[in-house]
């Protein structure tokens, strides 16, 4: 049985930390230095790394990762990224410490975004999805590299993931995201609930991640781009940019870049 933890990082990051015994893997290790501390506290080896895509902050820590423990480094295949040993594509299956992961294509953030996804019981949260920065809890990625339909196609095919799926991001962005959110959809219960279950979770200095499919679904603008109130408020704000989803998500993200 898997566990799984955050390493914080930077300002906001999570490197995720995978452990079955004594081995381990890591998901998007943007800085060396807490990894190694946590690894050398707890006397674990290093086998696996998961790389989403390419910004320094998910694999600037690859180089000193991979001198200390040789691990086997799953990526896209973008040759930017010089430290990946298997570059993987859609439908790919991975090995990490036993459970075995499939590979999503998942671009619009950056054009060699890739997710990982595991659908069974190797963790204790059941279905699991390391996801990097295209879906976030209560929000998605920015669109530095892709277009509104591709980016819309990516988080469509996350947010039809079964609704058990953990989703874990790669950052602490989720107050933040709700705050839009809110503004979005201000009479969503759920999203109500939300905000104040993530207000107690930040208070405590608690991760809010991770999330789940069905939370996001219910309370994630960008999953919902055919509600009604949401499209509403695009109309009332005077960015609307028509009824289509992927011109509702376009305006909804370009909001939220000013928000």
Not at 9 to 26: P, R, T
Request: proline content about 7%.
């Amino acid at each position: 049985m898997l566990t799984i933890e955050p390493i914080p990082a930077f300002n906001d990051n999570y490197i995720w930390l995978l452990q079955n015994g004594s081995q381990c893997a890591v998901v998007d290790p943007g800085d060396a230095t807490p990894v190694l501390a946590v690894l050398q506290q707890r006397g674990l080896t290093l086998t696996t790394v998961l790389i989403t895509h390419h910004h320094f902050d998910h694999v600037g820590g690859l180089p000193a990762l991979i001198e200390r423990y040789q691990p086997v480094v799953y990526g896209p295949e973008n040759p930017a990224i010089e430290s990946i040993t298997c570059r993987v594509v859609a439908g790919a299956k991975v090995d990490v410490l036993g459970a075995e992961f499939s590979v999503f294509t998942v671009p619009g953030h950056t054009l060699d975004h890739i997710a990982f996804y595991h659908a069974g019981d190797a963790t204790p949260a059941g279905p699991t999805l390391f996801c990097g920065d295209t879906l976030f809890a209560g929000g998605c990625g920015r669109m530095f590299e892709g277009t509104a339909p591709v980016m819309l196609a990516s988080l469509s095919q996350l947010a039809n993931l079964p609704s058990a799926t953990r989703v874990y991001c790669a950052h602490e962005y989720t107050q933040s995201n709700l705050r839009f959110a809110q503004i979005v959809e201000p009479d969503n219960s759920a999203l109500d609930k939300r905000i104040h279950t993530v207000a107690g979770q930040r208070e405590r200095s608690e991760p809010t991640v991770p999330s789940s499919i069905a939370v996001e679904r219910a309370t994630n603008p960008f999953l919902r781009c055919a509600e009604p109130a949401l499209i509403a408020a695009l109309k009332r704000e005077g960015k609307w940019q028509g009824d289509a989803p992927a011109a509702v998500f376009a305006a909804l993200r370009s909001w939220k870049d000013s928000f």
